[in-house]
């Protein structure tokens, strides 16, 4: 078999001016495509508003139904991120990225890959939740325990340089999270405006204890009880990330849900599981407002002094570590209100929902009847 005529430089340059000539003209009919299907969107969008304020009972069915299929129950997923009219940039990307930052993906494909990567991340930052505090809780356990016999080699320095870099991990772990659901956002994705808040809030947090002096008391108390509950929060993390894959995904087949909507990791369960998630959620909640409250009281003294703010004092660590924790203690209260008042929200909505299901399932049995 003879082997092909090896390609010449003046045909290489041919060939690439060539498929150079088809991108060019491949970006010009994406973008007019684009414009146009934008006006259209934008048409429908203020056609379908004008029409559902004034509209009877009669015909509020249907729009309801081209409310749907405009918002992501269609088979181009949500139409509102090609939409001049209702598209916007979160804030955090425009902070980090840019005014102009192009987060939206128009391939329906690459939104949904999108989707699946951020349920892999949140899945495996679920375990390093659960297993990096429980070996630091039983380090530090230990450490005490061999501490408070007056033995050597307690390994207490390096252990608490760990927890510091676990806490350093968080900060990754959170503005990930908060570009994740912000560009989930932008490509059609209906997330509470209070998840990612949170994980501004915790950045703030992990920062100040980041901050704080290890060998200090305050840190070392604080500390202890934030690993405990990160255990708790890992393990409920992993069984609410299988089960509300589960659950999402019978949501969109039933069409109740759309194909890009995703279930944060803090957010409530749905009427499966209500015996064993909404009391394990309530209970972190609890937990968290607890150590807000503690964490205030133990350190209020001392931020309020003004001793130290303007001026060095010999016990400067001991008090800004102290401050440190008051600081902490009141985000960890906001997070723990927050966290609680949005799971009541989200009941509140699925109980409505609910309510609206049935109202209609027995309406449509009376005319059937």
Same mark, same amino acid.
Not at 148 to 172: C, D, F, I, K, N
């Given at each position: 078999?003879?082997?092909?005529?090896?390609?010449?430089?003046?045909?290489?340059?041919?060939?690439?001016?060539?498929?150079?000539?088809?991108?060019?003209?491949?970006?010009?009919?994406?973008?007019?495509?684009?414009?146009?299907?934008?006006?259209?969107?934008?048409?429908?969008?203020?056609?379908?508003?004008?029409?559902?304020?004034?509209?009877?009972?009669?015909?509020?069915?249907?729009?309801?139904?081209?409310?749907?299929?405009?918002?992501?129950?269609?088979?181009?997923?949500?139409?509102?991120?090609?939409?001049?009219?209702?598209?916007?940039?979160?804030?955090?990307?425009?902070?980090?990225?840019?005014?102009?930052?192009?987060?939206?993906?128009?391939?329906?494909?690459?939104?949904?890959?999108?989707?699946?990567?951020?349920?892999?991340?949140?899945?495996?930052?679920? =375990?390093?939740?659960?297993?990096?505090? *429980?070996?630091?809780?039983? %380090? !530090?356990?230990? @450490?005490?325990? $061999?501490? /408070?016999?007056?033995?050597?080699?307690?390994?207490?320095?390096?252990?608490?340089?760990?927890?510091?870099?676990?806490?350093?991990?968080?900060?990754?772990?959170?503005?990930?999270?908060?570009?994740?659901?912000?560009?989930?956002?932008?490509?059609?994705?209906?997330?509470?405006?209070?998840?990612?808040?949170?994980?501004?809030?915790?950045?703030?947090?992990?920062?100040?204890?980041?901050?704080?002096?290890?060998?200090?008391?305050?840190?070392?108390?604080?500390?202890?009880?934030?690993?405990?509950?990160?255990?708790?929060?890992?393990?409920?993390?992993?069984?609410?990330?299988?089960?509300?894959?589960?659950?999402?995904?019978?949501?969109?087949?039933?069409?109740?849900?759309?194909?890009?909507?995703?279930?944060?990791?803090?957010?409530?369960?749905?009427?499966?599981? =209500?015996?064993?998630?909404?009391?394990? *959620?309530?209970?972190?909640? %609890? !937990?968290?407002? @607890?150590?807000? $409250?503690? /964490?205030?009281?133990?350190?209020?003294?001392?931020?309020?002094?003004?001793?130290?703010?303007?001026?060095?004092?010999?016990?400067?660590?001991?008090?800004?570590?102290?401050?440190?924790?008051?600081?902490?203690?009141?985000?960890?209260?906001?997070?723990?209100?927050?966290?609680?008042?949005?799971?009541?929200?989200?009941?509140?909505?699925?109980?409505?929902?609910?309510?609206?299901?049935?109202?209609?399932?027995?309406?449509?049995?009376?005319?059937?009847?």
């Amino acid at each position: 078999m003879e082997s092909p005529e090896p390609i010449g430089p003046s045909d290489l340059v041919k060939r690439c001016r060539v498929l150079s000539e088809r991108v060019a003209q491949h970006n010009r009919r994406m973008k007019a495509d684009e414009q146009a299907l934008g006006s259209d969107i934008d048409a429908v969008y203020r056609e379908l508003k004008s029409q559902m304020e004034g509209a009877g009972e009669e015909t509020l069915e249907e729009l309801e139904l081209a409310k749907k299929i405009y918002e992501g129950q269609g088979p181009g997923g949500d139409l509102r991120i090609m939409s001049s009219a209702t598209k916007q940039t979160p804030i955090m990307l425009k902070f980090l990225l840019g005014r102009e930052t192009a987060g939206v993906l128009i391939r329906y494909d690459q939104r949904l890959r999108l989707k699946q990567e951020y349920f892999k991340f949140r899945h495996n930052a679920a =375990l390093i939740f659960t297993i990096v505090p *429980l070996v630091l809780s039983f %380090g !530090l356990r230990r @450490a005490s325990q $061999v501490e /408070a016999t007056g033995e050597q080699g307690s390994l207490s320095p390096p252990l608490w340089v760990l927890t510091q870099t676990y806490a350093a991990w968080l900060v990754y772990f959170y503005v990930s999270m908060a570009l994740r659901e912000n560009i989930l956002v932008m490509n059609g994705s209906d997330i509470r405006p209070w998840w990612i808040q949170h994980h501004y809030i915790m950045v703030v947090f992990t920062l100040v204890l980041i901050s704080l002096p290890t060998e200090s008391r305050a840190f070392k108390i604080f500390s202890e009880k934030f690993i405990y509950f990160n255990v708790l929060q890992g393990l409920i993390m992993m069984f609410q990330n299988k089960y509300q894959a589960r659950r999402l995904y019978r949501m969109i087949a039933l069409g109740r849900s759309k194909s890009m909507d995703v279930v944060s990791s803090e957010s409530s369960p749905g009427k499966g599981g =209500l015996l064993i998630l909404y009391p394990a *959620l309530f209970a972190m909640q %609890g !937990l968290q407002l @607890a150590m807000g $409250v503690k /964490a205030i009281t133990y350190s209020a003294q001392d931020f309020f002094n003004a001793t130290g703010w303007l001026d060095s004092v010999p016990s400067s660590t001991e008090l800004r570590s102290s401050r440190g924790v008051f600081i902490c203690g009141v985000l960890f209260l906001i997070l723990a209100i927050g966290n609680f008042l949005s799971t009541i929200a989200t009941i509140t909505s699925k109980l409505k929902r609910s309510r609206r299901r049935s109202a209609k399932a027995l309406s449509s049995a009376k005319k059937a009847m």
